[in-house]
């Protein structure tokens, strides 16, 4: 047997900090991912597809975990059992709301604001030039420290509350930084790539308004989401991208209900729903869920330009915050999501991230706003202020 794994986890080293891997529990259902596990000689994605192509799988085993944003990172794919339960990934409700919280943007709202005015700058710079930098998907991310451990069990139990979303944990590698272990937690409205024998799916969003309390002006907000051009250009520009990029893969492929509105319980977005029936049955899910990653939902166009300048213009790492998580099976089938609405949780710390896709005509202010209303679902689910990072908007000097 050729099976290129690296050794599992070293018990004396740190144990594994739970017994579930990874877990998924959305509209499709209820997928987990159970230790003992080995986890995937880590690598980029240029080598994924080999270092898939040489791993084993029996019937009774799934690979799962979380793809970085950034290419040139190491993975983390876990290769365990399925659990056949399909128990949902948490029942105990214990430990929240959080007690004795801090929360410090990182950056600031307004910090937020000024890079996105310096991207709307280049932009308008490049104009006109072939290599133009067209869209740019700019993040902030939000530190809660608490003053006892985030509860994960009910931490994901609040999560997937909403059931028009996939609640998802992935544990992360950890080590001296992190000697509680580190999982990325979320809830997930955007589904990269779905593969069910030689059927494709993938259900982009792109283009967001913040949901509001009053059912009138929320169906307004919706209406002017759909009737937005700026958001119906940042929209295309993902829809087209991801064509490109399964085409190849493809026999046929199809959007067949266009653009549409969908939504959370905090936000509207726009979506394509993207249909395929692949040329070869046997391609696994998660050599497309990298093939695809990263979208200019989460990263713009092109697509090297994006990643390179969010690099130098976002002050803390996305490590696996964008990137996609998922699991695919022994026949390749399964479902990768892409990692947004989460935090990294570890010991008493969770650190959330939201982004916003930058284009043209984008308003720094109003992008400010949008990545604070998409704080609300996580903040909500740990029991703090959904409107926590909006509150120091707008920024002094601004109306
Ligand atoms: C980047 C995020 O969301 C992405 C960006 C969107 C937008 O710019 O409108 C909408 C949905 C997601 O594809 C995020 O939630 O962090």
Redesign the pocket.
């Known amino acids: 047997m050729n099976i290129r794994l690296s050794e599992a986890p070293k018990k004396t080293a740190s144990p594994v900090p739970d017994p579930i891997l990874f877990g998924f529990e959305g509209p499709s259902g209820c997928i987990l991912g159970r230790g003992p596990a080995q986890r995937i000689a880590p690598g980029t994605a240029a080598t994924l597809a080999s270092r898939i192509a040489a791993v084993a799988l029996d019937p009774d085993e799934i690979i799962g975990g979380a793809l970085p944003f950034d290419r040139e990172a190491a993975d983390c794919l876990w290769q365990c059992r399925r659990d056949k339960a399909r128990a949902p990934l948490a029942s105990v409700q214990g430990g929240l709301p959080l007690a004795g919280w801090r929360l410090t943007a990182e950056p600031s709202a307004c910090d937020y604001a000024q890079a996105v005015s310096r991207a709307l700058g280049i932009m308008a710079d490049e104009a006109g030039r072939s290599d133009a930098l067209e869209k740019i998907?700019l993040?902030r991310t939000l530190l809660v420290e608490s003053a006892a451990p985030v509860p994960i069990e009910a931490l994901m139990a609040q999560l997937r509350a909403d059931r028009s979303v996939t609640a998802f944990r992935v544990a992360l590698p950890w080590g001296a930084d992190h000697p509680q272990g580190r999982a990325l937690c979320g809830a997930t409205?955007?589904l990269l790539v779905e593969k069910q024998g030689r059927r494709v799916l993938s259900h982009?969003?792109?283009?967001?308004a913040r949901r509001l309390a009053d059912p009138a002006a929320d169906r307004a907000a919706a209406a002017a989401l759909a009737q937005s051009a700026k958001?119906q250009r940042?929209?295309a520009l993902?829809v087209e991208s991801i064509l490109d990029i399964l085409a190849p893969y493809c026999r046929d492929l199809s959007c067949p209900e266009g653009t549409r509105l969908t939504s959370t319980r905090s936000?509207w977005?726009?979506g394509t729903r993207i249909e395929g029936r692949l040329k070869d049955g046997d391609t696994p899910s998660v050599v497309l869920a990298s093939a695809l990653h990263p979208?200019p939902?989460?990263c713009g166009v092109p697509t090297a330009r994006a990643a390179e300048l969010i690099k130098t213009i976002e002050p803390v790492a996305r490590d696996y915050?964008?990137g996609a998580v998922g699991w695919c099976d022994a026949k390749g089938d399964g479902a990768w999501h892409?990692a947004?609405?989460c935090a990294e949780v570890s010991g008493r710390r969770a650190r959330l991230?939201?982004?916003?896709?930058i284009v043209p005509g984008s308003d720094p202010m109003a992008e400010a706003a949008?990545?604070g209303a998409?704080f609300g679902a996580l903040l909500a689910a740990l029991g703090l202020p959904q409107d926590a990072a909006l509150q120091d908007l707008p920024c002094d000097g601004e109306t």
């Not at 982009?204 to 967001?208: K, M």
């Open positions: 998907v993040a409205p955007e982009p969003l792109a283009g967001s958001d940042e929209h993902v936000m977005h726009l979208t939902a989460v915050y964008a892409v947004i609405r991230y939201a982004g916003a896709g949008e990545t998409k």
